[in-house]
Structures are given as C-alpha cells and as structure tokens.
C-alpha cells in the first residue's frame, strides 16, 4: 500500500497494475486463486489510488471468470490477463531443476491459445476493459486478442527476438483495417463470430 500511496502523486504515471498473479514466488498460492482474496486487496489498493487501476490475473486457476469479477467488483478500472503458466524444466544430467525456485512462469506462442480463451471468457462476464497478453508475436496474434475481447494487447517475450515487432504490429493491424474496411479498431473488439 505505501508503494501505492507514493505512486499515486507521481503525475508522470498514469496507472498502476496490481500483479496478484506472479508464479515466481516461494508462497503456495497467488492471491489471484481465490476470488475472496482477490477482492480484499484490490479494495485495500483502491483506497489508496485515484488512479486507473489494472489488476494482472492469474491462468493458474479453475475459472479466471470468478476472479476478474471480484477484481471489477473491488474497484479495478481494467483487467491484464494473462500472467504465465506455472511449469519447470529438468536438467536431465544433474536430474535437478533448471530454476532456483523449481517452478516457475511459462511464457511466449506456447500459452497464446490458453491466453486468447481466458480473454474470450472474461470479456463475455466483465464490464471493464481487458489487456491481452501471453504469446502476441505478430499482427495475426494481435488481433486474435482483440477479436476475442481485449481494448489492448501487451508484447513482452517476442520484444527479446525483434525489438520493432511492436510498430510492426500497429502497422500490421493498420493493414489489417483497411483491407477489410473497418472503420476503427474498436469495432474489432469482441467481435468473434461464434455459430449457435
């Protein structure tokens, strides 16, 4: 919360995201597991920012849906799912784990079809906007989140193979529009056509 507090009067940043979700911890469970947890410290983190707040779910959980509802409900401004897997990896000539803390975050394409679900399954319960995240390496995976519901996308592991492939992915999504003549982005959003 003083973390919080001293960002909230700092005019150069615009919003904080609450990251509930790290896998990269010695602790049992995230708080982004439970959606009581969820809730109690998003409320706690609202009291003390006026500030758009964006709360970072969690994939390791049975339905991501309960915990971005208690998130809105504490006050959360926008979601940003999702945060990486849980997984490990195994020397198989030591037989001793590749990280020092034995489990870690999977992230990068491997998670982008779980990602892109968990987006489309949120976007279908919430009222606040979602940031896609989780393998976008491409224009094509771009707009995969925003067809499944996210307002934005976050790039991280592709930046470490091609540091431009953000400005390729807003010129590629600018193509994108004007191919299929859409007028804005936005009409992108949710816009995935499911048969019934």
Known sequence: MVLTKRLDKVR??????LNISCPNIKDAK???QDARATYSLVKRVRKFTQKTLITKLSAN???ITEIA??????GSDAISLINTLTAMRIDVRSRRPML???IGGLSGPAIRP?????VWEVYQKVKIPLIGMGGIIDTFSALEFLIAGASAIAVGTANFINPRVSIEIIEGIRRYLLEHRIGSVNKLIGSL???T
Do not use: P
Not at 114 to 118: E, L, S, Y
């Open 61 to 63: 959980v049975t339905d």
């Open 12 to 17: 150069a940043v615009a919003a904080i995201e």
């Open 30 to 32: 995230l708080v982004s």
């Open 69 to 74: 509802l208690a998130a809105q409900k504490a």
């Open 100 to 102: 020092a803390a034995v």
């Open 193 to 195: 056509r499911c048969q």
């Open 114 to 118: 779980i990602a892109v679900r968990m």
